[in-house]
């Protein structure tokens, strides 16, 4: 289960690689990567066939990736999510967000098993602030719905007395 605690973590991170950033402007993996850049944060954008996008040098693979960075959010088909989950875990990254749309079972039980802390089944517009425009939607019908993340249940000290 995702807590709002393992969210907060991340967003703690003010530098984040972005895999599935797209040539098309169009796609959501450039949205997300504009968006987390005009909120503040410093973004490295991935992808293999790329040299620039969104005005940010592309790096072609994680392992390409300067070595401070600790966080990565995955926009990718699920098919190629493990592949970039594998090579996160190989290069030390522990933060890593597999965007709502991008899980794959496999990669989740690798980003565990590695004791990353890992966001998945959310959408990170939906966290990062200010949150605006459809994503605050989405956000308020979570919240309604008790669908939106809590924070994690801490187990209350055992009293010896």
Same mark, same amino acid.
């Given at each position: 289960?995702?807590?709002?605690?393992?969210?907060?973590? +991340?967003?703690?991170?003010?530098?984040?690689?972005?895999?599935?950033?797209?040539?098309?402007?169009?796609?959501?993996?450039?949205?997300?990567?504009?968006?987390?850049?005009?909120?503040?944060?410093?973004?490295?954008?991935?992808?293999?066939?790329?040299?620039?996008?969104?005005?940010?040098?592309?790096?072609?693979?994680?392992?390409?990736?300067?070595?401070?960075?600790?966080?990565?959010?995955?926009?990718?088909?699920?098919?190629?999510?493990?592949?970039?989950?594998?090579?996160?875990?190989?290069?030390?990254?522990?933060?890593?967000?597999?965007?709502?749309?991008?899980?794959?079972?496999?990669?989740?039980?690798?980003?565990?098993?590695?004791?990353?802390?890992?966001?998945?089944?959310?959408?990170?517009?939906?966290?990062?602030?200010?949150?605006?425009?459809?994503?605050?939607?989405?956000?308020?019908?979570?919240?309604? +719905?008790?669908? +939106?993340?809590?924070?994690?249940?801490?187990?209350?000290?055992?009293?010896?007395?």
């Amino acid at each position: 289960m995702v807590t709002l605690d393992a969210i907060k973590e +991340f967003l703690a991170q003010s530098d984040i690689a972005v895999a599935g950033v797209s040539r098309d402007p169009k796609k959501f993996g450039n949205m997300i990567l504009k968006e987390l850049r005009d909120k503040g944060f410093k973004v490295y954008p991935i992808n293999p066939h790329a040299e620039k996008l969104e005005d940010e040098t592309c790096y072609h693979s994680v392992a390409e990736l300067p070595a401070h960075i600790n966080a990565l959010i995955i926009n990718t088909p699920g098919e190629v999510t493990t592949k970039i989950t594998e090579e996160a875990i190989k290069k030390g990254i522990n933060y890593i967000w597999i965007q709502q749309g991008a899980e794959d079972e496999k990669a989740i039980q690798a980003a565990k098993s590695a004791k990353a802390t890992l966001v998945h089944n959310q959408c990170i517009l939906m966290h990062a602030a200010p949150v605006k425009s459809i994503h605050a939607v989405h956000r308020f019908f979570y919240k309604l +719905f008790g669908i +939106f993340p809590k924070p994690a249940k801490h187990e209350k000290p055992i009293s010896l007395s």
